[in-house]
């Protein structure tokens, strides 16, 4: 008898793995495809096909990141479309990276966005105009750099200096 015949087939081999250990082959081979891209490399271990989608459309110029930075809290990078995203859009794209990075750090506290955007809105910096129609697009707003300002009077144009609670801009 050779060797040949003794040897298990690939096929074999991959029918006696468990499921565990095709989930690791597969996350060390996607883990190793993404750190080796120059475009992809800065992404997270655990990414979601989400992020890895809106990164290559971020590359060819389809969608813009902003960084939205909160006092004394680490920054968070938000991909919308570039064209025809609305304010809306860009708030449930907030949502979305707020909750990946809670999930991420293993944080489980429940937060109420429609409390947080009844208490919070963006401005633009530059002009001062507030973002506060959902159905506006985000362009019509000068998107250059954004503040999330904590709204301290029923007024919206009551906006107090140095009450600035969350930042956010182009990269």
């Known amino acids: 008898m050779s060797d040949n015949e003794n040897k298990p087939t690939l096929d074999e081999e991959i029918e006696k793995l468990s499921h565990e250990d095709l989930l690791e ?33 971020v ?9 939205v930075t909160r006092y004394s809290e680490s920054p968070l990078s938000v991909v919308i479309a570039q064209k025809g995203a609305t304010v809306l859009d860009l708030k449930k794209a ?27 809105y963006l401005q633009n910096t530059e002009n001062g105009n507030i973002l506060k129609d959902d ?11 954004f503040i999330f300002c904590r709204r301290y009077t029923s007024s ?3 906006v107090m200096e140095g009450q600035i609670c969350i930042a956010a801009g182009n990269q």
């Not at 082959?25 to 809106?54: G, H, K, N, Y």
């Open 25 to 57: 082959i597969t996350q060390s081979s996607f883990r190793r495809l993404i750190t080796s891209d120059p475009l992809l490399a800065d992404l997270p271990v655990d990414v979601t096909t989400e992020e890895v989608l809106a990164q290559i459309a």
């Open 59 to 67: 590359a060819h110029g389809q969608s813009i990141t902003i960084t």
């Open 94 to 120: 907030i949502k979305r990276a707020f909750t990946l990075k809670q999930q991420r750090q293993r944080i489980r506290t429940k937060i109420s966005w429609r409390y947080v955007w009844r208490t919070f």
């Open 135 to 145: 159905k506006k697009e985000v362009a019509e707003y000068g998107l250059v750099f």
């Open 156 to 158: 919206w144009k009551d």
